[in-house]
């Protein structure tokens, strides 16, 4: 079966609106944690806000009651095991820790290093596409980051600081590829565990390592941060990941130094010198572009089974015992025949196929 499709880029624009709030609610979190590093051990800091974020989902999923989105089963189990280890324990831990060794304005901008990491994830290992503008995005944006990394500015740039910041993007480039193959589940149960699971581990090697609980103040405020710039954020991440596919979500996320580096300049005292701006200019310039990406062909759509939230749509056109009404969004375990069509379209779960070299 062969057909146009006119499919609406409804979707892209939310995925993007969605990544671009995870971004914001994210980059804030970067000045701010710096300053609660004062009083607080990396690793104690990182379960308190897993902790405060996972506190925060499990209250938000009691409150919402009955959702029509699709559970996660007994089969999610490794995925979810990846997530928790590498987005959740070593990516924090290894960031804290490398914020320690820079200032807030190169730690901020150092951590868009994540971007091109999970594009690079995305196409070579998980079968996403992106073309010849987007490869020189992510190189102006990893551009960038180099640049940062080594120049000799007044800003606090240690080897290691730098080392350890980008092997905290390498941890979330894992986890933001692995997401992306749970996204079509329920969000919020989905970080709410992965919040859990990261905080109880986190706190287990915090104690492991000596740490000790900081003031009730410094709790209270590292779990109100955590519920807002990690819970909500990676729930509006799970979101766009679901909507547009790792790689380009990359490309909205990686907005997130640019709002952590703007609030550390009032909040840090952080000064700017000529090499970081040209290295904030080369990422917002790969950031650019990838937002202005396009692209659209003939495909096919191999058959498959799965299980998440849809409406009936030229994706989702099956049979059902019980009528539903056009627009009415459900979920069950549903079967997708063999389509072949054009329109445009982004990695999501439904579009991951061969492209012409």
């Not at 990491?117 to 079968?127: D, E, I, R």
């Not at 790969?286 to 849809?310: C, P, Q, Y």
């Not at 009936?312 to 009528?323: F, I, K, M, R």
């Not at 979920?331 to 997708?336: A, C, G, I, N, R």
Request: aromatic letters at 4%.
């Amino acid at each position: 079966m062969t057909s146009r499709g006119a499919a609406s880029s409804l979707p892209a624009w939310t995925g993007a609106l969605y990544g671009l709030a995870a971004a914001a609610s994210f980059g804030a979190s970067t000045p701010l944690a710096k300053l609660l590093l004062d009083d607080v051990t990396p690793v104690m800091l990182a379960s308190l806000l897993y902790l405060g974020a996972g506190v925060a989902l499990t209250i938000a999923v009691a409150a919402r009651g009955d959702t029509r989105e699709a559970d996660l089963s007994v089969a999610d189990a490794p995925s979810l095991l990846v997530l928790i280890v590498t987005g959740g324990v070593l990516g924090p831990v290894l960031m804290l820790m490398g914020l320690q060794r820079v200032s807030g304005v190169a730690g901020a901008l150092l951590l868009n290093l994540e971007a091109p990491l999970t594009m690079l994830l995305a196409v070579a290992l998980f079968g996403e596409h992106l073309g010849r503008r987007d490869a020189w995005a992510a190189g102006f944006i990893l551009g960038g980051g180099i640049l940062l990394a080594g120049s000799p500015s007044a800003l606090t740039v240690e080897p290691l600081g730098a080392l350890l910041l980008a092997s905290a993007c390498a941890s979330w480039a894992i986890d933001n590829n692995v997401t992306q193959r749970l996204a079509l589940k329920d969000p919020l149960r989905l970080v709410r565990i992965k919040a859990l699971g990261a905080g109880i581990g986190t706190l287990a090697l915090a104690i492991a390592v000596g740490a000790s609980l900081p003031s009730a103040a410094a709790i209270a405020a590292a779990l109100v941060l955590g519920a807002v710039s990690y819970g909500a954020s990676i729930v509006l991440d799970a979101y766009a990941l679901r909507l547009v596919g790792a790689a380009r979500e990359a490309a909205f996320f990686a907005t997130a130094p640019f709002f952590g580096a703007a609030l550390a300049l009032p909040v840090l005292g952080d000064r700017l010198s000529t090499s970081d701006l040209l290295a904030g200019l080369l990422m917002a310039v790969g950031v650019a572009l990838l937002l202005r990406s396009r692209h659209g062909h003939l495909h096919v759509h191999g058959a498959v089974t799965h299980e998440h939230l849809h409406e009936h749509d030229e994706h989702h056109g099956h049979a059902h015992d019980e009528p539903v009404q056009p627009g009415e969004r459900h979920s069950h375990v549903h079967t997708h025949e063999r389509l072949g069509h054009d329109h445009p379209h982004v990695s999501d779960a439904h579009h991951r196929h061969r492209h012409p070299k």
